[in-house]
């Protein structure tokens, strides 16, 4: 593994076993700070599987997972949300029958001080609460264009822009490393190149990392500084877009061998 300038995450030697098949094979990377790292590689390449051991779905078989130098390896994912570890899904995991605005807040539940009780008695620090967290909701709204729907249920919005409100729900909650399961997926072209300008906004203005699962390559190569290609649970390419979608292998991986 080339070494990373501050890293934010770091994966080293991570292995995956599951009802005794090997899912992941001995996989390290870093991600540096304010950088975008995509995972790309074929259908079953355990892609979903390292994402679901970054954010403390699965615990690795073997091998070590930091965040900012900590050690997360055995940790709960609510665990490593405290430690600065946010993520949307491949699925939509919204409440449809909420706001925008509500749905955003709900990502800074890992954070709150106010339980329910104090908030049935609506003690006066709650409520305060309450109105803090709306502001710094709008805010996040309004950074990825979503202020003008604020009070719109989300089953009213197109898929493009419900994607947009689960990374404002992600952003709540104060990240250091944002992850993105897919999230070009079922997109148009025009949401697409949308998505891309939202994606390189929000890491700028939030200095954010960001490790992303994604197929559309052309997402990939025009967001990310560095590449990490896998194939049946083991790494065979990593450095800068443009020189891993000339790699051999990755080209073996994606098209077969050649006749």
């Given at each position: 593994?080339?070494?990373?300038?501050?890293?934010?995450?770091?994966?080293q030697?991570?292995?995956l076993?599951?009802g005794?098949?090997?899912?992941?094979d001995?996989?390290?990377?870093a991600?540096?700070?304010?950088?975008?790292?995509?995972?790309?590689?074929?259908n079953g390449?355990?892609?979903?599987?390292?994402?679901?051991?970054?954010?403390?779905?699965?615990?690795?078989?073997?091998?070590?997972?930091?965040?900012?130098?900590?050690d997360?390896t055995?940790?709960?994912?609510?665990e490593?949300?405290r430690r600065?570890v946010?993520?949307?899904?491949?699925?939509?995991?919204?409440?449809p029958s909420l706001?925008?605005r509500?749905?955003?807040m709900a990502?800074a539940?890992?954070r709150?001080?106010a339980?329910?009780?104090?908030?049935?008695?609506?003690?006066?620090?709650?409520?305060a609460e309450?109105?803090?967290?709306?502001?710094?909701a709008?805010?996040?709204?309004?950074?990825l264009?979503l202020?003008?729907?604020a009070?719109?249920?989300?089953?009213?919005?197109?898929?493009?822009?419900?994607?947009?409100?689960?990374?404002?729900?992600?952003l709540?909650?104060?990240p250091a490393?944002?992850?993105?399961d897919e999230?070009?997926n079922?997109?148009?072209?025009?949401?697409v190149?949308?998505?891309a300008h939202?994606?390189?906004?929000?890491?700028d203005?939030?200095?954010?990392s960001?490790?992303?699962?994604?197929?559309?390559?052309?997402?990939?190569t025009?967001?990310?500084?560095?590449?990490?290609?896998?194939?049946?649970g083991?790494?065979?390419?990593?450095?800068?877009?443009a020189?891993?979608?000339?790699d051999?292998?990755?080209?073996?991986a994606y098209?077969?061998?050649?006749?």
């Amino acid at each position: 593994m080339d070494p990373v300038m501050d890293p934010v995450l770091e994966v080293q030697g991570v292995s995956l076993s599951l009802g005794g098949l090997t899912i992941l094979d001995d996989l390290s990377f870093a991600v540096g700070r304010g950088e975008v790292c995509a995972l790309i590689g074929p259908n079953g390449a355990g892609k979903t599987s390292l994402f679901n051991c970054v954010s403390g779905v699965y615990r690795p078989s073997a091998g070590r997972i930091s965040i900012a130098g900590h050690d997360v390896t055995g940790l709960k994912p609510h665990e490593r949300a405290r430690r600065g570890v946010a993520r949307t899904f491949q699925n939509l995991g919204l409440f449809p029958s909420l706001s925008v605005r509500a749905n955003a807040m709900a990502g800074a539940h890992t954070r709150l001080h106010a339980r329910l009780l104090p908030e049935m008695l609506a003690a006066p620090w709650a409520r305060a609460e309450e109105r803090a967290l709306q502001e710094e909701a709008d805010l996040v709204l309004d950074a990825l264009d979503l202020g003008a729907v604020a009070d719109t249920a989300v089953t009213a919005l197109p898929f493009g822009t419900q994607k947009r409100v689960e990374i404002a729900r992600a952003l709540m909650a104060r990240p250091a490393l944002l992850m993105l399961d897919e999230p070009a997926n079922g997109l148009s072209d025009g949401e697409v190149d949308e998505l891309a300008h939202v994606v390189r906004g929000i890491r700028d203005r939030y200095d954010l990392s960001i490790l992303l699962v994604e197929h559309h390559i052309g997402f990939v190569t025009g967001l990310s500084q560095h590449v990490v290609v896998m194939d049946v649970g083991r790494q065979i390419a990593a450095g800068t877009p443009a020189a891993v979608t000339t790699d051999p292998n990755v080209v073996r991986a994606y098209l077969g061998d050649p006749l």
